[in-house]
């Protein structure tokens, strides 16, 4: 697990971003899936997750060109990653559907607080199909002692770089 903290320039770029995707998102008639207190949190939340994580692998600021969610959010030397934000520190990877994870690779990222942000690992789709737990009202979880080290995901893809 790594921590990464948004300076306050990085969060007024996630709030412009989370704006723009909620827009995007209501245009195509799009509803969301999760409750909060804003419908604009949600994506926020999104945003700065994927922030965080870009922050951390020194990648371009999370897109809002994809519109809706195209799947994946970052690819690095070909390896797709879908960033999964909770609000909650203590959280597991979820999708709804098995189906959903579209990407070879998911990263959990959760808030600590207002600017930090935990990376708490990743897994990739086979080994999340594998390892998950069929949820009460719907959905899959993966739980943090099946998560894989971040550190081991920025070492495959460096590795698949020089391949």
């Known amino acids: ?4 903290t948004l300076t306050e320039e990085e ?4 709030q412009e971003k989370a704006e723009a995707r909620y827009n995007i998102a209501r245009q195509l008639g799009l509803k969301q899936l999760r409750i909060d207190t ?13 922030m965080a994580f870009a922050k ?8 809002v060109e994809h519109g809706a969610d195209a799947g994946w959010d ?17 959280y597991r990877l979820i ?7 579209k990407s070879q690779v ?17 897994a990739s789709k086979q080994n999340f199909i594998n390892w998950s737990n069929p949820m009460d009202k719907g959905g899959f979880s993966l739980e ?20």
């Open 11 to 14: 969060q007024l770029m996630c």
């Open 106 to 122: 998911a990263v959990l990222v959760v808030k600590i607080n207002e600017n930090v942000f935990r990376i708490k690992g990743w």
């Open 74 to 90: 970052y690819e690095i030397n070909g390896i797709t990653i879908d960033i999964k934000t909770a609000h909650k520190p203590h």
């Open 38 to 50: 804003s419908p604009r949190n949600v994506e926020l939340l999104g945003v700065q997750g994927e």
């Open 95 to 101: 999708f709804r559907e098995l189906s959903a994870f």
């Open 56 to 63: 951390l692998f020194n990648l371009h600021t999370p897109m």
């Open 1 to 4: 697990m790594i921590d990464v």
């Open 144 to 163: 943090d002692e099946h998560l894989r080290q971040i550190q081991n995901l920025w070492l495959n893809a460096a590795v698949k770089g020089l391949k």
